[in-house]
């Protein structure tokens, strides 16, 4: 609760902070204080040094896994607001604006990590949702920026009707919004049968798919994020798409019994495959390194999916590693790439003589995204495959994802390729020392968990 508090209340001082200062940079500092008083109210929960308590009428229900990826997610953002906040400041005239909307769209993360109702759910996909809308047009001399916008708000808004729906015929089988475990045969020892139950699940699934950008309900994706204004797109990309994660775990770890096994056995690894095969495939043939980007980012979801094939604490150590590596990861290229004067691949030939060490940040930040031993990326996919296994999903599911990684590793090192072994003059803005020196912080945080990955994980055991 300090957390949804801590963060609406961050969210209105910010936007009274653009009223009376007209310094950028005082505005950004200003914001990235009440970021570490946010990590601090929600650490205090957690630990339970301090505690503000309402009576939720069960419509939230906080734990230590949510608890936890709470203060995973405020710590990403953090850091993510530290290395870009000199690029945010380039966007609009009113910075702390931005970070006003950045405290808002966190109240709809630490909503969607401990709703128990799903009218919770529906309120914290809003609160998270209406404020990219929002960020995605926020470049407003950009057509494409304004085009990603208006897209990304008519498919949102479809899908959230879409949401309803589902959540209404829910509520017409059971007479609650509640989340609980089905009604089982004593005899069969199955849930029992209820259409319009298993109609509501499956438009639940159809939206939330929708939200994490899962094929086949993936096509806003590529077009939103490379619209969006480039300093944005990774914040989109990552703690929006966990927050997301999270929520659909929540949903159907329990309620997936009422679709009966059969069923999700079925429409699960059909939208895993479709997923890692769009993903991957089509990244292969892009020649922006943003699209291809936004295109991965799809693919990484496929194996995302794999934490809701079945449920056993295994299933959370591996999303949250997940989510840590992937999140880094994607934070670092980007911050590489925000520097580039061009997105094509051949902005990056001859990086590696231009600029050895941003060059080496970039093929660590590469390496950890391809799943490469030594970095974070390595365990996150190996916990990932680990969780499948022991949910009892098959072998044939097993050897699709690790071909569909090997395809990942190829255009993954088109760019190391680009840096290394091809000739030419690097289309790059200057970098100071104080962003590599903060590129660095994230590139040892991968290296780290990549040797030690139960230094994040040791708290959930």
Not at 51 to 62: C, I, N, R, S
Not at 213 to 234: I, K, L, Q, R
Request: some cysteine; charged content about 10%.
């Amino acid at each position: 609760m300090n957390a949804i508090i801590v963060s609406t209340l961050l969210g209105v001082v910010m936007m009274f902070v653009s009223w009376g200062i007209t310094s950028s940079k005082l505005q950004r500092s200003i914001g990235l204080f009440g970021m570490f008083v946010l990590i601090l109210a929600n650490l205090a929960q957690l630990n339970k040094w301090w505690v503000v308590d309402f009576d939720t009428k069960g419509m939230l229900a906080f734990n230590q896994i949510g608890l936890y990826v709470n203060l995973i997610l405020f710590i990403i953002t953090f850091i993510y607001l530290w290395i870009n906040g000199a690029e945010i400041d380039k966007i609009g005239n009113h910075t702390a604006d931005y970070y006003a909307i950045f405290f808002f769209i966190l109240c709809g993360v630490s909503i969607l990590t401990s709703f128990d109702n799903l009218l919770m759910l529906f309120i914290g996909i809003e609160i998270l949702s209406i404020p990219l809308y929002i960020l995605t047009g926020a470049d407003k001399k950009s057509m494409l920026s304004n085009e990603a916008s208006l897209k990304y708000f008519l498919m949102g808004s479809f899908s959230t009707g879409i949401l309803l729906l589902g959540i209404a015929f829910i509520y017409g089988a059971t007479g609650t919004f509640h989340l609980g475990l089905p009604q089982f045969n004593p005899i069969t020892r199955m849930p029992y049968e209820n259409f319009l139950m298993s109609a509501g699940l499956i438009l639940l699934f159809v939206s939330m798919n929708f939200k994490v950008s899962a094929a086949p309900f993936h096509f806003w994706t590529p077009d939103v994020y490379d619209g969006a204004p480039t300093v944005f797109t990774p914040f989109m990309a990552t703690v929006v798409k966990a927050a997301g994660f999270i929520a659909f775990i929540k949903v159907f770890e329990i309620q997936r019994f009422a679709l009966g096994y059969n069923t999700w056995v079925i429409i699960l690894p059909l939208v895993i495959v479709s997923t890692l095969l769009v993903g991957n495939i089509t990244a292969v043939f892009q020649r922006s390194v943003k699209r291809m980007l936004a295109y991965s980012s799809i693919a990484q979801v496929g194996f995302m999916l794999f934490a809701l094939y079945g449920v056993s604490e295994f299933n959370n150590t591996a999303i949250l590693l997940y989510i840590v590596a992937y999140s880094l990861a994607t934070i670092g290229v980007f911050a590489v790439l925000i520097k580039m004067k061009d997105y094509g691949f051949e902005s990056f030939n001859g990086l590696a003589k231009a600029k050895p060490a941003l060059a080496l940040l970039t093929t660590i930040f590469l390496f950890s995204l391809a799943g490469i031993p030594l970095t974070a990326g390595f365990f996150a996919k190996y916990f990932m495959l680990n969780a499948l296994l022991t949910a009892g999903a098959g072998l044939w599911l097993l050897i699709v994802a690790i071909l569909f990684a090997a395809v990942s590793v190829y255009y993954y090192f088109k760019i190391v390729q680009a840096m290394y072994f091809v000739e030419g003059e690097p289309a790059i803005h200057p970098v100071d020392k104080s962003y590599e020196y903060k590129l660095w912080l994230i590139a040892i945080i991968l290296l780290v968990l990549g040797v030690f990955p139960d230094l994040l994980l040791s708290y959930l055991y």
